[in-house]
């Protein structure tokens, strides 16, 4: 049926079919596809090889919490601009996930702008694990699986050091009671004792100095676990 999907401002394409729920961020997906594009992009037409890069770092600078509402205005105009000067359907179509986004889910957009913060807590710079402090039975399972020693107990009760959190989510997997969680970076930081959320400070609940490189065994513990995760053998003891 390509006519209706036309229609509707959609296509078929090679026929594949993509389903998306809440957990999805348009934007990132925006991104995502915008990314494979420009890598394939053969660079013979000026719109097509400039404008996608221009639109890729947009869309990187707002799922990094830096964007501006005039990003947006900036995208749609890109979008039209690459669309009808490309030379092949390529670039024609490079700009439709960007498009497509802008008018079904522009609220997602305006959130990572203006509330800096992912609704689907997908985009890992505008978001921060953090522990449900008043559940915490303060086992300590977390800071040990932690490769970059984030994660330190204050009176029985764990805290993520948001200065050193590298958001891999290990500790997530591994928490027995299930209450650590992505929330926005600003919920995270005033959660924490010290509240400091800066890289380039320490934190006072533990006085610890931040890490600017992960010590080999802590690397081997990190490739350990992913391994274990990915192939069904982690054991949440561990």
């Not at 006519?3 to 809440?22: F, P, Q, R, T």
């Not at 890598?39 to 964007?67: A, F, H, Q, V, Y």
């Not at 979008?79 to 498009?99: D, H, R, W």
């Amino acid at each position: 049926d390509y006519d209706n999907l036309i229609a509707i401002g959609s296509m078929m394409g090679s026929g594949g079919l993509i389903v998306m729920d809440e957990d999805n961020c348009m934007v990132d997906i925006a991104r995502f596809f915008l990314d494979f594009t420009v890598d394939e992009s053969c660079g013979k037409c000026t719109p097509c090889r400039i404008g996608t890069k221009r639109m890729l770092e947009i869309l990187t600078r707002i799922t990094e919490g830096n964007g501006t509402m005039q990003d947006l205005e900036e995208l749609e105009e890109l979008g039209e601009t690459v669309k009808n000067n490309s030379l092949c359907a390529l670039g024609q179509t490079a700009a439709n996930p960007i498009m497509s986004t802008l008018a079904h889910f522009r609220d997602e957009y305006i959130a990572h702008i203006v509330d800096k913060t992912c609704p689907a807590k997908v985009c890992k710079n505008l978001m921060q694990y953090s522990i449900i402090q008043d559940k915490c039975v303060g086992c300590g399972r977390c800071a040990k699986a932690c490769p970059a020693d984030a994660i330190c107990l204050k009176d029985g009760i764990a805290h993520v050091d948001t200065g050193c959190c590298l958001g891999c989510g290990l500790c997530e997997t591994i928490c027995p009671k299930h209450i650590i969680k992505l929330v926005p970076k600003e919920q995270a930081a005033s959660q924490m004792p010290c509240g400091n959320i800066a890289k380039d400070t320490t934190c006072t609940a533990c006085q610890r100095e931040k890490k600017v490189e992960i010590p080999p065994r802590k690397v081997f513990k990190l490739w350990k676990l992913c391994y274990n995760i990915f192939y069904g053998k982690a054991d949440r003891k561990d």
